[in-house]
């Protein structure tokens, strides 16, 4: 989480006088919970002992694993181990965004997947 000494990097800040990513992002909030909590509950028991729900080495399709550089929530290191375990995973770290402003490279990465 964000602390006074490790606050949300400038391209996270940016986002909060971006009205319309603002509007966008409330908008959204109820729809992250319209089939309950079941698949956050499933991210944060990954989190801990890792994935039960399914086998990992069992994934066959391409996966791209997207992660800010600058995130002060979650560390980088994370998703360098995720990359590590799915197989033929591949990392995408953006420098310079952090935990939200990382989303600007999700249509990028999915057209990737489109023209594999």
Do not use: E, N
Not at 13 to 35: N, Y
Not at 61 to 85: I, K, L
């Amino acid at each position: 989480m964000p602390t006074p000494d490790r606050p949300l990097p400038d391209a996270d800040m940016a986002l909060f006088s971006d009205g319309a990513w603002l509007q966008a992002a409330l908008a959204s909030g109820p729809a992250r919970w319209t089939f309950g909590v079941q698949g956050y509950t499933d991210d944060r028991l990954a989190d801990g002992p890792g994935w039960g729900s399914f086998d990992v080495g069992a994934i066959s399709r391409p996966v791209f694993v997207v992660h800010g550089g600058a995130d002060t929530m979650v560390p980088v290191a994370h998703a360098r181990h995720t990359a590590s375990v799915v197989p033929g995973a591949r990392l995408q770290v953006h420098d310079d965004d952090g935990h939200l402003s990382v989303i600007r490279h999700a249509v990028p990465t999915l057209a990737q997947l489109v023209r594999r």
